[in-house]
T-cell receptor, first 114, second 114 residues
Framework: KAGVTQTPRYLIKTRGQQVTLSCSPI?????VSWYQQTPGQGLQFLFE???????NKGNFPGRFSGRQFSNSRSEMNVSTLELGDSALYLC?????????????FGEGSRLTVL | AQSVTQPDIHITVSEGASLELRCNYS??????LFWYVQSPGQGLQLLLK??????LVQGIKGFEAEFKRSQSSFNLRKPSVHWSDAAEYFC????????????FGAGTRLFVKA
């Protein structure tokens, strides 16, 4: 079974630009969560989607948005990039139901904002 | 609101020595608790999880963790550390079913010296 795939793996943007990151979950998984990882901050929860609906959202400004498609693939978008948005963005998938709760992570998209 | 505290930012142990990584959580209901490991340049991998039942849980790679409700703790242990265990370890608490909001601690980086 293929794992979680995130694209692109690395990207460099300049302040003010916008970026879109993509995540393909494990086949059969309907939940996709997004996290921002920075040194010293650990993993900060961005949002979680299940069957195309956002079920939960973290404390990030409205510049951070996401969506999920009918095939469970998800994208997140960051508009008007700031230097502080430089981070590793991790996507995780899970079945989204039941109580197992295990998250399966991709290798992340490393965003550098200059 | 749920939260996770990992008091040690980094720990250094000698190869072959025992290891204990500390984790304290805050959550109003019965928590779903997890330990994940992140090797350099990789996503996170689940080591073990606790939902209910036996408070001592076994995981992969020889790790175990003990849930202590009275202390709100879920410490990770390994009797003999190998050089390949050098990585960053994250404790997490899951809220709701399906893990739709999993909150992570800031992580503890483990260094292993020969």
């Amino acid at each position: 079974k293929a794992g979680v795939t995130q694209t692109p793996r690395y990207l460099i943007k300049t302040r003010g630009q916008q970026v879109t990151l993509s995540c393909s979950p494990i086949s059969g998984h309907r939940s996709v969560s997004w996290y921002q990882q920075t040194p010293g901050q650990g993993l900060q929860f961005l949002f979680e989607y299940f069957s195309e609906t956002q079920r939960n959202k973290g404390n990030f400004p409205g510049r951070f948005s996401g969506r999920q498609f009918s095939n469970s693939r998800s994208e997140m978008n960051v508009s008007t990039l700031e230097l502080g948005d430089s981070a590793l963005y991790l996507c995780a998938s899970s079945s989204g139901t039941g109580v197992t709760g295990e998250l399966f992570f991709g290798e992340g998209s490393r965003l550098t904002v200059l | 609101a749920q939260s996770v505290t990992q008091p040690d930012i980094h720990i250094t142990v000698s190869e072959g020595a025992s290891l204990e990584l500390r984790c304290n959580y805050s959550y109003g209901a019965t928590p779903y608790l997890f330990w994940y490991v992140q090797s350099p340049g990789q996503g996170l991998q689940l080591l073990l999880k606790y939902f209910s039942g036996d408070t001592l849980v076994q995981g992969i790679k020889g790790f175990e963790a003990e849930f202590k409700r009275s202390q709100s703790s879920f410490n990770l242990r390994k009797p003999s550390v190998h050089w390949s265990d050098a990585a960053e370890y994250f404790c997490a608490v899951g809220a709701g079913t399906g893990g739709f909001k999993t909150i992570f601690g800031a992580g503890t980086r483990l260094f292993v010296k020969a």
